[in-house]
């Protein structure tokens, strides 16, 4: 057996980024394909398979070491959702959805799979930039991606909830908790 060579030690990291790259590209390519979709009469279901895609493989792809939580999980996810419940109620009216147990469903696997996409998969890559980096690179791209639906007008919104779930991410140390959370708000504005 041979001993490595510089070179194939420094191919190794390319290696190993180059599937990560790749991911984090097909994932927002399918996040914003969700627009092209809407008025098909398949819609939902290729949301939904969309949204697995995305989650099935944000958690299947190692991000390495994650940093020490600062606070409790249960401790971080009702400073999260009391945000959120707060936020729907100062808020006033929210955008009409048509309501249903599919529709619930779909919203509540929507909030999770783009939670390990974001906040567990972006975020566990960007950490080695520092949590700083980390939080505000994820939550503009959360932004950035719920744009083509939303409109410019939602972005700071969108930018805003992103900032919370991604302090939530840093603060306890899990993507689960945010997961929890954008599940909550999801909710929170389909219900009446």
Same mark, same amino acid.
């Given at each position: 057996?041979?001993?490595?060579?510089?070179? @194939?030690?420094?191919?190794?990291?390319?290696?190993? !980024?180059?599937?990560? &790259?790749?991911?984090?590209?097909?994932?927002?390519?399918?996040?914003?394909?969700?627009?092209?979709?809407?008025?098909?009469?398949?819609?939902? &279901?290729?949301?939904?398979?969309?949204? &697995?895609?995305?989650?099935?493989?944000?958690? @299947? !792809?190692?991000?390495? *070491?994650?940093?020490?939580?600062?606070?409790?999980?249960?401790?971080?996810?009702?400073?999260?959702?009391?945000?959120?419940?707060?936020?729907?109620? &100062?808020?006033?009216?929210?955008? *009409?959805?048509?309501?249903g147990p599919q529709a619930l469903v779909l919203n509540s696997l929507a909030a999770l799979c783009e939670e390990a996409f974001f906040r567990r998969f972006l975020y566990g890559r960007l950490a080695a930039f520092g949590a700083v980096a980390a939080v505000a690179a994820t939550a503009l791209l959360f932004a950035l991606? =719920?744009?083509?639906?939303?409109?410019?007008?939602?972005?700071?919104? %969108?930018?805003?909830?992103?900032?919370?779930?991604?302090?939530?991410?840093?603060?306890?140390?899990?993507?689960?908790?945010?997961?929890?959370? =954008?599940?909550?708000? %999801?909710?929170?504005?389909?219900?009446?």
């Amino acid at each position: 057996m041979m001993p490595s060579t510089g070179r @194939a030690a420094m191919e190794e990291p390319t290696v190993a !980024v180059a599937p990560a &790259v790749a991911l984090a590209m097909a994932g927002g390519a399918l996040l914003l394909l969700r627009l092209r979709l809407i008025g098909y009469p398949s819609a939902p &279901v290729l949301f939904a398979g969309i949204y &697995v895609l995305v989650g099935v493989a944000s958690l @299947a !792809v190692p991000i390495g *070491p994650q940093d020490d939580r600062r606070l409790s999980p249960a401790g971080a996810l009702t400073l999260g959702v009391g945000a959120m419940a707060v936020a729907t109620v &100062v808020s006033g009216p929210v955008i *009409p959805v048509r309501l249903g147990p599919q529709a619930l469903v779909l919203n509540s696997l929507a909030a999770l799979c783009e939670e390990a996409f974001f906040r567990r998969f972006l975020y566990g890559r960007l950490a080695a930039f520092g949590a700083v980096a980390a939080v505000a690179a994820t939550a503009l791209l959360f932004a950035l991606v =719920h744009l083509p639906a939303y409109g410019m007008a939602a972005f700071w919104v %969108n930018l805003g909830a992103g900032l919370l779930l991604s302090w939530q991410r840093w603060a306890s140390g899990t993507w689960t908790v945010p997961a929890a959370t =954008h599940v909550a708000a %999801n909710l929170l504005v389909a219900l009446p």
